[in-house]
């Protein structure tokens, strides 16, 4: 077998460098390319070409999501201490030649850009909890993300990258100061619960006061009509009665009769009709004869009465 000749060496070594110039980028990622330690161009996914031996891939920069946990810790106002727990989401700004370049060349390498990240946004949490006290925290879970973004995702921009979310999973104080704030809750709890006590008591009596009184004024509004229907009846009875005595006296003054016999009659009935229906009650009758006069006279009297009515 002979050697080979020098133009299908030639040819060979030139063809091998073509091939070294072909190159492919993956999908999600763009390469940097690079002259002599300068920026040249960017390269899309798919199928590429460099100058060999000339041109170099500097970086291949992921355009995904990218995520990294936090935990750090602030003080706040009162001098309390706060732990975090957070979860951050960051990606690539665009596509754009400029936001590749800041990505590629801000930073020394990823890891310096990831300590940079992380400061930074710790730094903004942690200037925001200065501000506030500790019982303001907790409910403050909001605020503290929009304030890190709005302070950080100008300096992000610079570096080619965007904040895409920041959630904070877990806000949690010292030992000691979560054992006070358990404390604090339970007697907020059972100074609410005694109010609440107190304030249905209040109710149920008031309203037992408002029954007992509403029933005071309806026994009273009643005792008054019975009272008054009570005097009406007497009133009508003395008159009923006058009115059939003076008739029965005119009776027997038309028969040529005494009338003090029918008095003396229903004197008697009266007397009679106390006597069965008296329940154990003592009358004391004076039943002398000037007593008997002075009784029939003083009947004869209420008949003449009521016969001039």
Same mark, same amino acid.
């Given at each position: 077998?002979?050697?080979?000749?020098?133009? @299908?060496?030639?040819?060979?070594?030139?063809?091998?460098?073509?091939?070294?110039?072909?190159?492919?980028?993956?999908?999600?990622?763009?390469?940097?390319?690079?002259?002599?330690?300068?920026?040249? =161009?960017?390269?899309?996914?798919?199928?590429?070409?460099?100058?060999?031996?000339?041109?170099?891939?500097?970086?291949?920069? /992921?355009?995904?999501?990218?995520?990294?946990?936090?935990?750090?810790?602030?003080?706040?106002?009162?001098?309390?201490? @706060?732990?975090? &727990?957070?979860?951050?989401?960051?990606? @690539?700004?665009?596509?754009?030649? %400029?936001?590749?370049?800041?990505?590629?060349?801000?930073?020394?390498?990823? =890891?310096?850009?990831?300590?940079? *990240?992380?400061?930074?946004?710790?730094?903004?949490?942690?200037?925001?909890?200065?501000?506030?006290?500790?019982?303001?925290?907790?409910?403050? =879970?909001? %605020?503290?993300?929009?304030?890190?973004?709005?302070?950080?995702? @100008?300096?992000?921009?610079?570096?080619?990258?965007?904040?895409?979310? *920041?959630?904070?999973?877990?806000? /949690?104080?010292?030992?000691?100061?979560?054992?006070?704030?358990?404390?604090?809750?339970?007697?907020?709890?059972?100074?609410?619960? $005694?109010?609440?006590?107190?304030? $249905?008591?209040?109710?149920?009596?008031? &309203?037992?006061?408002?029954?007992?009184?509403?029933?005071?004024?309806?026994?009273?509004?009643?005792?008054?009509?019975?009272?008054?229907?009570?005097?009406?009846?007497?009133?009508?009875?003395?008159? %009923?009665?006058?009115? +059939?005595? $003076?008739?029965? $006296?005119?009776?027997?003054?038309?028969?040529?009769?005494?009338?003090?016999?029918?008095?003396?009659?229903?004197?008697? %009935? /009266?007397?009679?009709?106390?006597?069965?229906?008296?329940?154990?009650?003592?009358?004391?009758?004076?039943? /002398?004869?000037?007593?008997?006069? =002075?009784?029939?006279?003083?009947?004869?009297?209420?008949?003449? +009465?009521?016969? &001039?009515?």
């Amino acid at each position: 077998m002979g050697a080979l000749s020098l133009p @299908v060496i030639l040819g060979i070594l030139i063809l091998l460098i073509l091939v070294a110039g072909i190159f492919t980028v993956q999908q999600g990622t763009i390469a940097v390319i690079t002259m002599f330690g300068k920026y040249r =161009r960017i390269q899309y996914p798919g199928l590429n070409f460099k100058i060999p031996l000339i041109e170099k891939i500097y970086r291949r920069i /992921s355009i995904q999501n990218r995520s990294v946990e936090l935990q750090f810790q602030a003080i706040t106002k009162d001098q309390a201490n @706060v732990n975090f &727990k957070a979860m951050l989401l960051y990606a @690539v700004l665009n596509q754009e030649e %400029e936001s590749i370049k800041n990505v590629a060349f801000k930073f020394l390498d990823e =890891r310096n850009l990831m300590q940079a *990240l992380i400061r930074t946004i710790e730094g903004s949490i942690r200037a925001f909890v200065a501000t506030k006290n500790q019982s303001e925290i907790l409910g403050l =879970r909001g %605020e503290i993300i929009s304030h890190v973004k709005d302070q950080i995702d @100008v300096q992000l921009e610079s570096w080619g990258y965007h904040l895409l979310d *920041l959630q904070i999973n877990d806000i /949690s104080f010292d030992e000691e100061i979560m054992k006070s704030m358990a404390k604090v809750v339970s007697s907020n709890n059972l100074k609410a619960a $005694a109010e609440n006590e107190g304030q $249905a008591l209040l109710i149920t009596k008031t &309203k037992a006061a408002e029954a007992e009184g509403n029933f005071i004024k309806i026994s009273a509004e009643a005792e008054k009509q019975a009272a008054q229907l009570r005097g009406q009846g007497v009133a009508l009875f003395r008159e %009923e009665v006058a009115k +059939g005595m $003076a008739t029965a $006296a005119k009776e027997m003054e038309d028969a040529k009769l005494d009338a003090s016999f029918i008095l003396f009659s229903m004197w008697t %009935e /009266s007397i009679k009709h106390f006597a069965e229906n008296g329940q154990g009650n003592t009358i004391f009758l004076d039943g /002398s004869v000037d007593k008997m006069q =002075r009784t029939m006279q003083e009947l004869m009297s209420v008949t003449t +009465g009521g016969e &001039k009515k």
